[in-house]
């Protein structure tokens, strides 16, 4: 199994966030992970479509994917703007999408991959009827909306039973 880092933009310094980004990427990151917060979702409020459009040209040149993790209420009305802002990669929330096999349709239509995304005491079994439809799958091991927070252990048991569904299914990894 390959391991691949996704470097989170989170705890930038954003008067340097350009430079702190191509740092990253030469350190060897494989993905630029923007997490986006809205104040309902979660607590906290980051940044919106305009920071992934400056980031879009220093990771194209780098040819690595901007991952765009969405912890916001009702995502599918700012889907279009994160894709045309250059997101390739858009995570949603299964707790915020009632829609969700029409959300991930919507993702992958406007030519992004699809990912989907679980909080801490969120069932694996909600992702059963959706798993063959997401690039990718983001377990929380914190609760989502504040950096620095302590790792739940009991993430690890459900990342390898996450592994297991996979497997049982034969759904490849994608790249």
């Known amino acids: 199994m390959t391991v691949k880092i996704a470097a989170s933009i989170l705890s ?4 340097r966030l350009g430079e702190q980004v191509q740092e990253a ?6 993905y630029i992970h923007v997490d986006v917060m809205d104040g309902h979702f979660v607590p906290n409020m980051t940044i919106g479509p305009p920071i992934v459009a400056a980031l879009r040209p220093i990771a194209e ?8 993790h969405l912890m ?3 995502p599918e009305r700012l889907i279009p703007d994160f894709a045309q802002a ?4 858009l995570t949603v929330h299964v707790e915020t999408c009632p829609h969700l096999h029409r959300t991930l349709q919507q993702i992958r239509e406007l030519g992004v991959r699809p990912s989907v995304t679980l909080n801490p005491a969120t069932p694996l079994v909600s992702l059963e009827e959706i798993l063959e439809d997401v690039d990718q799958v983001l377990i929380m091991s914190v609760s989502p909306g504040f950096g620095g927070q302590h790792y739940i252990p009991a993430s690890t048991g459900k990342i390898a039973r996450l592994r297991h569904m996979l ?6 990894h994608v790249d």
């Open 12 to 15: 930038s310094d954003f008067s």
């Open 25 to 30: 990427i030469a350190a060897g990151c494989d």
């Open 61 to 68: 040149t780098a040819g690595i994917p901007l991952d765009v």
């Open 72 to 74: 916001i209420e009702k």
């Open 86 to 89: 250059g997101a390739n990669i």
């Open 167 to 172: 497997d049982e299914r034969g759904l490849a």
